[in-house]
């Protein structure tokens, strides 16, 4: 994976460690990203001007801290989408009434921005497989199509807002060499990396949990339930690229 484009946390500049790992580039700085949010600071402030500069409104909004960055380096959705404007690039709310979003594959989808309170990372499909880019991890994570739309549930279980990357992505390397030679997932019984990844874990652990909690006593659920359980427990060839997904979630269901 040294040919994915990935920036680690650096104080609390994660947006901007977002934006460049979805562009798999270092296209943005602070800098950049402190123009644009001066900038919709002044067109909100015109807007407010409209209704009188001696207006109470007006004076008040000019004591309130900037809305679209601060001192520690965060930046706003608005800023996020401006800078993704340059690039013809488009992020619509995963659980927006928009036609292209409802009832999607995500694994169809492109790429994904996360945010929860003051954090922004990048999911994204790089070749033909997905990476989780989170500049808090000390590498790309590979997510299968299957768990990623079991990831991105339990990223919204725990108030993560979620937004789909509409528009053609920049071209880049590391889509060209995964296509070629796919990353291998690791396996479950050998990888520590795998056990030790306590947030995919619970992430596994807490979407079924919840899923399950929510069709209790809806017979037909149950059923389903039933016929994926055994589905899971079926045997399965130690090629199979999805035998230890399986083997999660039917170890997850079993202490449910």
């Not at 990203?33 to 015109?46: G, N, P, Y």
């Not at 001192?71 to 709310?93: C, M, N, R």
């Not at 999911?123 to 768990?147: E, M």
Request: glycine share 4%; hydrophobic share 35%; proline share 4%.
């Amino acid at each position: 994976m040294d040919s994915i484009f990935h920036e680690k946390q650096e104080g609390s500049l994660c947006a901007q460690h977002c934006l460049n790992s979805l562009l798999q580039g270092p296209y943005f700085t602070a800098v950049d990203l402190s123009v644009w949010a001066e900038k919709l600071d002044e067109e909100e402030r015109v807007r407010m001007a409209e209704c009188g500069e001696e207006s109470e409104d007006y004076r008040n909004f000019l004591k309130q801290p900037s809305g679209n960055m601060d001192d520690s380096g965060f930046f706003s959705i608005q800023v996020i989408s401006k800078a993704l404007q340059v690039w013809g690039l488009e992020i619509v709310p995963y659980n927006s009434a928009d036609e292209r979003v409802k009832n999607c594959d995500p694994s169809k989808m492109k790429a994904f921005i996360c945010n929860y309170q003051s954090h922004w990372f990048t999911i994204r499909r790089i070749g033909n497989q997905w990476f989780n880019l989170n500049s808090l991890l000390s590498k790309p994570v590979l997510i299968s199509d299957t768990y990623l739309s079991l990831y991105l549930a339990q990223l919204k279980n725990e108030g993560y807002s979620n937004f789909v990357v509409f528009g053609e992505l920049p071209t880049c390397t590391a889509d060209e060499i995964i296509r070629c030679n796919p990353v291998v997932a690791p396996t479950l019984n050998s990888s520590p990396s795998f056990e030790e990844d306590a947030e995919l874990q619970a992430a596994l652990k807490l979407s079924l949990s919840q899923e399950f909690e929510s069709n209790a006593g809806n017979s037909e659920e149950e059923e389903l339930q039933k016929a994926l359980m055994l589905s899971l427990s079926c045997e399965s060839t130690d090629d199979d690229e999805h035998s230890n997904l399986r083997k999660a979630l039917l170890l997850s269901m079993s202490n449910v």
